[in-house]
Nanobody, 124 residues
Framework: QEQLVESGGGVVQSGGSMRLSCAAS????????IAWFRQAPGKEREGISC????????YYSDSVKGRFTISRDNAKSTVYLQMNSLKPTDTGVYYC?????????????????WGQGTQVTVSS
């Protein structure tokens, strides 16, 4: 089976940092693109970052570029999202998702396996 489990969410003060983890099972990371999406209440889900399975090419949306860093550890089958300089507008449920074919842009339709999400709350 293909299973993704997010962890690391919680409450952090504005300006703080947090690292999210996406643990994958039934997936060889080099064969999948892994993306992070987030969704605030009442808002559409937004693709914010992606890392390719082949060469580790990364993508960041304008809203997080320069503050967030995506990385992977193939041996641990885990993808990370390091979030720095957090803002209240970063608050939302963060999901990781896997696409079993090459992509670098987090287009939601391409991603077939999804985690359950982890809540991130940034207080002002």
């Amino acid at each position: 089976q293909e299973q993704l489990v997010e962890s690391g969410g919680g409450v952090v003060q504005s300006g703080g940092s947090m690292r999210l983890s996406c643990a994958a099972s039934g997936i060889t990371l080099r064969n999948y693109a892994i993306a992070w999406f987030r969704q605030a209440p009442g808002k559409e889900r937004e693709g914010i970052s992606c890392i390719s399975g082949s060469d580790g090419t990364t993508y960041y949306s304008d809203s997080v570029k320069g503050r967030f860093t995506i990385s992977r550890d193939n041996a641990k089958s885990t993808v990370y999202l390091q979030m720095n300089s957090l803002k209240p507008t970063d608050t939302g449920v963060y999901y990781c998702a896997a696409a079993p074919w090459p992509t670098i842009v987090p287009i939601e339709e391409f991603f077939r396996s999804w985690g359950q999400g982890t809540q991130v709350t940034v207080s002002s």
